[in-house]
């Protein structure tokens, strides 16, 4: 029981951080370098009881994964923005368990057994049903249909982000510790220069941003989580675990951040989100 609860952890950390970067709010910039701020804060402080033996190989590799973090992150945060946390998340999620799923096929090839294709496929199939009914608007004003439109964009812009973040480390053979300082430095540098591209006027060091270090501190509890998890429960198990992550931030947008559905949308949007839960689920069996 003391290993599901720690391998929870991640879920909880994740699915609760979009919900404090809209409640504390302001611009996407600010968003972006308090959470970078926060993970960067926890990382310094991993170093005070680990320490990497430090090459340019990690230097480098744990950079460029902080980099494509902070693409992915900001692009999500914008999504926020545009469609909201309940509808973005589950999209979010979905497309990121699709794009992980693939290097793991034809990159890494973990897929070795005909039940792990029955797995994987029936995963695929259902999370992409899952996206489908997430993403389901019923007609409204042009800006609503602009704006799902716009969100769904960056959105997929924000998985190529996400889905290098989760690979690289494994691409470069990395020991996720040793990772958590380089990374760090990338995620900040990323924000301070992919802002430029979000708002005219960004304020990275505003009032906001050091408030915004809250969700950065959520996300880095989340991946010191998912790291002990692993270790306490294998890949698979601590993987599917932390997918749970959006259960909290979808129900969290619908009650929390009051965001608005029609009937129909709310109907589609919680079984959207069973289904991208349970393909998650089966993913997990594959591995």
Same mark, same amino acid.
């Given at each position: 029981?003391?290993? #599901?609860?720690?391998? &929870? ?45 430090? %090459? ?26 545009? #469609? ?16 992980? %799923? ?43 249909? %602009? ?76 991946? #010191? ?15 599917? &675990? ?19 559905? %029609? ?9 959207? &989100? ?14």
């Amino acid at each position: 029981m003391t290993n #599901i609860m720690l391998g &929870l952890l991640p879920a909880l950390m994740w699915g609760i951080q979009p919900l404090i970067l809209q409640t504390i709010g302001g611009k996407t910039s600010n968003q972006q370098m308090g959470m970078s701020l926060g993970a960067l804060i926890f990382s310094v402080g991993i170093l005070f009881i680990h320490q990497p033996v430090w %090459t340019w190989h990690l230097i480098i590799a744990s950079f460029i994964c902080g980099l494509a973090w902070s693409f992915g992150q900001i692009t999500q945060i914008e999504s926020f923005h545009l #469609i909201g946390v309940s509808a973005a998340m589950p999209i979010s999620t979905g497309m990121q368990l699709i794009g992980v %799923t693939m290097f793991g096929i034809f990159y890494f090839h973990e897929w070795t057994s005909t039940l792990d294709y029955v797995y994987g496929i029936s995963a695929l199939l259902v999370i992409i049903l899952g996206v489908f009914f997430t993403a389901y608007k019923e007609k409204g004003d042009a800006s609503v249909k %602009t704006n799902m439109q716009r969100g769904l964009f960056v959105l997929v812009l924000s998985t190529v982000g996400q889905v290098m973040y989760n690979v690289i480390p494994r691409m470069a053979d990395l020991n996720g510790w040793d990772v958590l300082f380089p990374q760090g430095i990338g995620m900040a540098l990323g924000a301070m220069g992919f802002s430029f591209f979000f708002d005219k006027k960004p304020d990275l060091f505003s009032k906001k941003s050091f408030q915004n270090i809250a969700a950065g501190a959520a996300f880095a509890i989340g991946n #010191i989580g998912i790291l002990l998890s692993n270790k306490a429960n294998g890949v698979a198990l601590g993987f599917t &675990l932390s997918q749970m992550n959006v259960i909290v931030s979808t129900l969290g947008g619908l009650i929390f951040l009051k965001e608005q559905r %029609t009937s129909k949308e709310l109907k589609l949007t919680i079984a959207g &989100l069973m289904l991208v839960a349970l393909g998650g689920i089966l993913i997990g069996l594959t591995k």
